[in-house]
């Protein structure tokens, strides 16, 4: 069985472009989780989806991120304008059901020069 | 708030040295904790957790043990392999499902 994977693994960009982070949960799983790990402090959540339904966005730093998950199954995470202070490692996990481990992809590494 | 305070890092053992890593937590609730671990170039992955108080969680060598009174989940291991370095989160939930809240992770390097 496939894991959680994250798309891309490293990104580079200049501040003000746009990024797009892909995570496609393991097959099955309702719950989505999306994490991002700044200048190697804590693990900070972002958001939880439910199927398509965002059941929790409060982690959101502010509306230069856009999270969404088409027809239940893969994310994306866009950042637009990208700032230097976005840069960090964003992490994807997911979950069966309410009460189920959460699985982790490997993250992807951004960083906004 | 949640929240979780591990101890600074990072840890340089020998192997074969005895490993502990503190963590502590505040909580609104009766929160599930956790320790996740990250090996280079891998994403996280759960090490062991404990759901209430008493609790012990044991995996790959690795104890915690969940105590209400001093909150607390120390994780500790008698005898660190090379293989054990990573990066350590001790993490908690207070829903089974809902959002994790993590530490600031501890590096741990174990030289042969």
């Known amino acids: 069985e496939a894991g959680v994977t994250q798309f891309p693994s490293h990104s580079v960009i200049e501040k003000g472009q746009t990024v797009t982070l892909r995570c496609d949960p393991i097959s099955g799983h309702d719950n989505l989780y999306w994490y991002r790990r700044v200048m190697g402090k804590e693990i900070k959540f972002l958001l939880h989806f439910v199927k398509e339904s965002k059941q929790d966005e409060s982690g959101m730093p502010n509306n230069r991120f856009l999270a969404e998950r088409t027809g239940g199954t893969y994310s994306t995470l866009k950042v637009q304008p990208a700032e230097l202070e976005d840069s960090g490692v964003y992490f994807c996990?997911?979950?069966?059901?309410?009460?189920?481990?959460?699985?982790f992809g490997q993250g992807t590494r951004l960083t906004v020069v | 708030g949640n929240s979780v305070t591990q101890m600074e890092g990072p840890v340089t053992l020998s192997e074969e040295a005895f490993l502990t890593i503190n963590c502590t937590y505040t909580?609104?609730?009766?929160?599930?904790l956790f320790w996740y671990v990250q090996y280079p170039g891998e994403g996280l992955q759960l090490l062991l957790k404990?759901?209430?108080?008493?609790d012990k969680g044991s995996n790959k060598g690795f104890e915690a043990t969940y105590r209400k009174e001093t909150t607390s989940f120390h994780l500790e291991k008698g005898s660190v392999q090379v293989s054990d370095s990573a990066v350590y989160f001790c993490a908690l939930t207070e829903t089974s499902g809902s959002r994790l809240t993590f530490g600031e992770g501890t590096q741990l390097t174990v030289n042969p």
């Open positions: 996990a997911s979950s069966q059901d309410w009460t189920g481990q959460a699985f």
């Open positions: 909580a609104t609730g009766y929160p599930s």
């Open positions: 404990a759901t209430k108080a008493d």
